[in-house]
């Protein structure tokens, strides 16, 4: 059963603190806990906030499945968010994103087999100027091409 660090449920409580409703801390204590339980959500985790946070489960789901950042399942080491939305795929993202795919042998959301990636196709990531872009963790990669994406994954430790 998933349980908050002692480190977490501070991190929480501030975050609760922070805020005049409890429900504007949903999204920094998803956070805390998807860090904690290895990268994803369960059911279990938003079983957990709910008591934490004295908030319902149907609340937090909410926000945790409208949210691409929040991860329904475990994911590679590396996970690479490819944006979809109109400026990344009127410049090439849908090719890009299967580039990379037939280049590391693996399929949409699901992990390398050694665990290293996972490829997801998201909604707007904010860099419409700069598409078609990747979000590969927290940092971004703008104004790719397919051969480009695929040196900056071959280039990850």
């Given at each position: 059963?998933?349980?908050?660090s002692e ?113 997801s196709s ?36």
């Open positions: 059963m998933f349980q908050l480190e977490g449920l501070q991190k929480v409580q501030t975050e609760l603190k922070r805020y005049e409703s409890r429900q504007s801390a949903v999204i920094p204590a998803l956070y805390i806990a998807q860090k904690e339980n290895g990268g994803h959500v369960t059911s279990e985790v938003i079983d957990h906030l709910s008591q934490v946070m004295d908030i319902p489960v149907s609340r937090i789901n909410e926000v945790f499945k409208f949210y691409t950042m929040f991860n329904q399942k475990n994911v590679g080491k590396y996970h690479v968010q490819i944006c979809n939305n109109i400026s990344c795929v009127l410049n090439g993202s849908r090719e890009l994103t299967q580039h990379i795919l037939e280049s590391f042998h693996c399929k949409l959301n699901d992990m390398t087999l050694d665990g290293k990636l996972t490829v998201v909604e707007c990531l904010g860099a419409c100027g700069m598409a078609p872009m990747m979000q590969i963790n927290e940092d971004y990669h703008e104004n790719l091409t397919p051969e480009k994406a695929v040196e900056i994954l071959k280039g990850l430790k």
